[in-house]
């Protein structure tokens, strides 16, 4: 096993992110997990603390399945922290017949900062598919909200036929939930909608998260989707109107499996939460893996959780930008950089000093003029995964591609190519920026061994970058992490987290590079880049 720098929740199935919460000093992450092993089933709840966000505590499990409610599962949810009660799992749980119902669980002593016991009353469960809704299709429950007319509210997952659906539920007491009349968005042709997360962002405060009770006039919401189709999440902008209980896409970026992202990689089931401590909203995502059961359990994991990151509106208000929270910046060691390289066509420069396996790299290039811009054509306008595919690192183009080479042999026989590529958009007369991160070329095909490599899930990822270049500037950064390449472009518009197995190009033989394969030269502005440290891994009680 690699020694990651970050979470030590990777072993077995380090499943959906349940209930990320601050409280009495401690950063709580309740994530699904089987401790039997690298496989659906055996779901419980684990719980991991910690005082930084960096170094983790593993404690023992929350809940698991033990109650008539919850006999065959105990699944997603979020917790709440309630005036004068203190925290509350709210948690999808299946009776004996599998039917999928709403449950609580509250902590045995609500003084202990560990929160290590937790109790399932009997008046559970608290909320049950009704004749109209489809009782194998109604999960995981959002952090609750506290609105003016006294009631709490929460959003559930659910579909009918193929349409997505997010109900509401309303409680004064935060045991007897009653659905809103109408859902409070649907969707057709998207099937169910897992892990919804309902949040509002400051339309105004580019710098603070809000809490979800905040009402005020310069906010947005946001309503994210997991897809169980497309196993991506999609997530749109809106205006949430309280009375109604209605919210109302904008209509600018598409409500579907065309629509924005927080990560167009290797992520799923995604959570945030309002951290108090330093008003914030934080964003917990796991890297999800598609390879078979087998496979899974020949490697032992099936998943990680990624760096947390802060989520904000963009200054154009049309998007969400994300960024690694400022802690992991906590972790960073030996230091190298570069300034003012041009690096022309087919040329690339490596990056030594640091440790290439586990860095940390910020880069800013100018590429000045768009002359020898390709031009875009309109039909790949929501399908940046097939440009990608057909335009990959090493097709020559006019601007780009450029960017980083991480995790690569030397003869690049292995390599995990990150990079930009700038085609000119003749009907809108801007720049149309694609950034792929690819993993087809990650890790040899090899046939021996534990693992084939040929049967390996390694796909492209790709996004469209929102940058109207008119500095002639566009940033990067990585976070390369043995078998993690989580990057960001344009400081958190576009992020793509790729999942990767290299076979060479491992701990002390991997390299990295900066290269360019388009016509036109690019300049390296700038280049900063760390080798990261690993966090304190510790046992039950250490903190």
Known sequence: MHHYWFYTIKSNLG???????????FYHLFYQYNPKGAVWGNIVWAHSVSKDLVN????????????????????????????????IILYTSLNQNETQMQSYAIPQDPSDPYLRKWIKPDDNPIAMPDYTMN???????????????????????????????????????????????????????????????????????????LDLDYVGPNTKHVLKVSLDITRYEYYTLGKYDPKKDRYVPDGD??????????????????????????????????ANESDTVEDDMLKGWA??????????????????????????????????????????????LEVK????????????????????????DASFTFKPLELCNIKGSHVT????????????????????????????DTSTHKPKVLMCSDARPSSLKQDKGPLPKDRMYKPSFAGFVDVDLSDGRISMRSLIDHSVVESFGALGKTVITSRVYPVKAVKENAHLYVFNNGTQTVNVESLNAWSMESPLQMNDGAL
């Open 56 to 87: 983790w505590e593993a404690l023992e499990p929350a809940i698991y399945p033990s109650k008539w409610f919850d006999i065959k599962g105990t699944w997603s949810g979020s917790i709440t922290i309630v005036p004068g009660k203190g925290p």
């Open 397 to 424: 183009g006019g601007v780009g591609p450029f960017g980083l080479i991480t995790l690569a042999t030397p003869d690049l026989e292995e390599y995990t190519p990150v990079f930009f590529r700038v085609f000119k």
């Open 253 to 286: 970026s598409p409500d579907g499996w065309d629509g924005l992202r927080f990560d167009y990689g290797n992520f799923y089931a995604s959570k945030t939460f309002f951290d108090y401590k330093k008003n914030r909203r934080i964003l917990w995502g796991w």
């Open 15 to 25: 499943y959906s992110n349940t209930g990320p919460v601050y409280y009495k000093g």
């Open 353 to 376: 000093g640091i440790t290439p396996a586990q860095a940390d790299v910020e880069l800013t290039f100018y590429i000045g003029s768009l002359e020898k811009a390709e031009t875009f």
């Open 135 to 209: 009782g194998s299709a109604f999960r995981d429950p959002t952090t609750a909200w506290f609105s003016k007319d006294g009631h709490w509210r929460t959003v559930v997952g659910s579909k009918r036929k193929h349409r997505g659906i997010a109900y509401i539920y309303r409680s004064r007491d935060f045991k007897h939930w009653v659905k809103a009349k109408h859902p409070v968005h649907s969707k057709e042709s998207t099937g169910m909608w897992e892990c919804p997360d309902f949040f509002p962002v400051s339309s105004t405060d580019f710098n603070n998260g």
């Open 303 to 348: 998943g990680l959780q990624v760096i947390p990151r802060t989520v904000l509106l963009d200054s154009t208000k049309k998007q969400l930008v994300f960024w690694p929270i400022e802690e992991i910046e906590s972790l960073r060691g030996n230091y190298v950089r570069m300034n003012n390289e041009d690096i022309k066509m087919g040329q690339s």
